[in-house]
Structures are given as C-alpha cells and as structure tokens.
C-alpha cells in the first residue's frame, strides 16, 4: 500500500555506516571479480597457455561452479554458528578471495606449460570457491540485517552502486598498470585494496533479525523443484548454454 502523502518516511534498522560499508564491501568484490573476469585471459595467453586450454579450464570451472553454488547454499541453510547466520561466512569471506587471487597472478614463469596449466587450474578452482563463499552470504545478510523491505532494496541498491564503481575503476585501472609494474604486483596491489573495502562490514554489520524455524530442503527436493519450474529451468539452461 502506498505511504499516505505527507507521512514520515520507515525509518531504517541499519545506520549509515552499515550501509555505506555494505557497498563498500561490493566495490571490493568486484575489484576481485572483474580482476579475473576482464583479464585472467590476457595473463594467460602471456604466461604462454593456448586458447585451446584456456577453453578446457573455463569449461572445468564453470561445471565446478554449478556443482558447489548449491552446495554451499544448502551448508548456510543448515549452519547454525552462534555468532550469526550469515555474518561469519561474510568474514570468513575476505581472505580467502585475496589470497585465491594472487595465487593464480603468481604463478612462476619457468614452468613448464603442463605445470601452468596445473597450477591454473587449482588455483582458479580454489579462487571460484571463494569467489561463492563472498558472493551468496552477503546478499542474503540484508535479511537478517532489517525485516524493512524498502531498506532492504536500499542496501541491495547501494551494494550494487558499489560493485559498479569497483568495475568501472578496476576495468579502466587494470591496463594502465600491469604493462608498467607486472600482472603480480598488480595482483598484490589490487588485493590490498579490496580486502580494505571488504572489510569493514564485517565489524558494522548487525544480524537484527532471527531466522525462522523452517524445513531445510535436500538437494533431492532442490533439482526437483528446478524441473518442475519451466521458467527457472530454462533460466538456467540458458545459462549454461551462455558459459558454453
């Protein structure tokens, strides 16, 4: 219903630095994902691996990537820390997609394209695990953040306001600097600078709002629940057909 004119505005569960540190937080995600996304292909052809290979590693990823998203989904639904639901998988979040990422930018470039290709693979792997575990707990921390829809929106809008100036920076920044300092320090640098932004919400951020007591679905009842919904099932069949 709409907000009769002249009423006050709902005010909001969060304060202002929970909400600036929730976009901050995406701005540092991106540094990472756009890292990879724009450029992980430049660096490898650089490190010698052929196209052809690179191909096969993305394939392999993007079946990994479809196995352990529900995976993880289903673990969050079933952990119970006393800390909160989805607070610690948020902070347990930021180290990992640091380190996952200079892992793949430093790899040693006397190895052999057998042992290249090897390490990219690990690492790569490694890094699109960390990549899910700083991904989906975050969204869904906006509901145990406030039970006020519009705030919510709010704080989705503003993470995503966040993720896009972390783009825009890192997709212009990227090409300016590795052609003068290297892809690993560029890495490192890169790193720095989204855990600093990741970061603070791992301290402001508050779990208001209870979980409800509610059946965990299995994976069983999850595939099919997905067949039985045409819709999502062809989302997702497009998908995949896209990765390909």
């Given at each position: ?44 052809t ?64 006397s190895?052999s ?10 690492a ?11 991904d989906?707990?975050?969204?869904a921390l906006?509901?145990?953040m406030t039970?006020?829809?519009?705030e ?10 966040g993720g ?11 090409p ?12 490192i ?12 919400i ?32 062809i ?8 990765s390909?």
């Amino acid at each position: 219903m709409a907000a009769q004119a002249g009423s006050p505005p709902i005010a909001f569960q969060t304060s202002k630095a929970e909400r600036t540190a929730y976009g901050f937080y995406f701005f540092g995600q991106n540094v990472f994902y756009i890292l990879i996304l724009n450029f992980l292909q430049i660096y490898l052809t650089d490190q010698g691996i052929t196209a052809a290979a690179e191909a096969t590693i993305f394939l392999v990823a993007k079946v990994w990537d479809a196995v352990n998203d529900p995976l993880f989904g289903v673990n969050i639904d079933r952990s119970k820390p006393k800390s909160g639901k989805f607070l610690p998988w948020v902070r347990g979040s930021v180290l990992p997609i640091a380190i996952t990422t200079v892992m793949i930018f430093a790899m040693p470039a006397s190895m052999s394209l057998g042992a290249k290709i090897t390490w990219t693979v690990i690492a790569y792997l490694l890094w699109d695990l960390a990549y899910t575990l700083c991904d989906a707990p975050v969204f869904a921390l906006t509901t145990a953040m406030t039970e006020n829809i519009q705030e919510r929106t709010v704080l989705i809008s503003i993470g995503r306001l966040g993720g896009m100036l972390g783009a825009m920076i890192i997709a212009l920044g990227v090409p300016m600097l590795y052609p003068n300092i290297g892809w690993l320090p560029t890495a490192i640098g890169l790193a720095i600078v989204g855990v600093a932004t990741m970061f603070p919400i791992t301290g402001l951020a508050k779990e208001r709002i209870l979980s409800r007591k509610e059946e965990v679905p299995s994976l069983d009842a999850i595939w099919k629940y997905l067949k039985g919904n045409k819709y999502l099932f062809i989302f997702y069949a497009s998908m995949v057909v896209y990765s390909f």
